[in-house]
Nanobody, 118 residues
Framework: VQLVESGGGSVQAGGSLTLSCSAS?????MGWFRQVPGKDPQEVAL???????RYSPSAEGRFTISHDGAKNTAYLQMNNLNPNDTAIYYC?????????????????WGQGTQVTVS
């Protein structure tokens, strides 16, 4: 399975960005993780194909994850961004469940995309 990310970039605080992640084949669950230099990766938003979603506390209320099954593509709409959201965002996908995705990490990874908020 290949994951191709797009979106990201630079935005001022309070602005919005949308990330997308296209999978080459259907997967059970997808989501985004982010990482800043020197820190462990953080879970941001995850969902399975049944529509169950999970957000980190920092993403709750500001970010929305969605999925287009016809395109095998997930989206992360990020609103009201702040400098603490600056990171490399990685799309991850799992073969089984959200529980496994959270516990064991993704089975497949995108190339990562930089998000910078100033």
């Amino acid at each position: 399975v290949q994951l191709v990310e797009s979106g990201g970039g630079s935005v001022q605080a309070g602005g919005s960005l949308t990330l997308s992640c296209s999978a080459s084949t259907p997967v059970a669950c997808m989501g985004w993780f982010r990482q800043v230099p020197g820190k462990d990766p953080q879970e941001v938003a995850l969902m399975n194909m049944e529509g169950h979603r999970r957000y980190s506390p920092s993403a709750e209320g500001r970010f929305t994850i969605s999925h287009d099954g016809a395109k095998n593509t997930a989206y992360l709409q990020m609103n009201n961004l702040n400098p603490n959201d600056t990171a490399i965002y990685y799309c991850g996908a799992g073969r089984s469940s959200l529980v496994a995705l959270r516990k064991d990490g993704a089975d497949y990874w995108g190339q990562g995309t930089q998000v910078t908020v100033s």
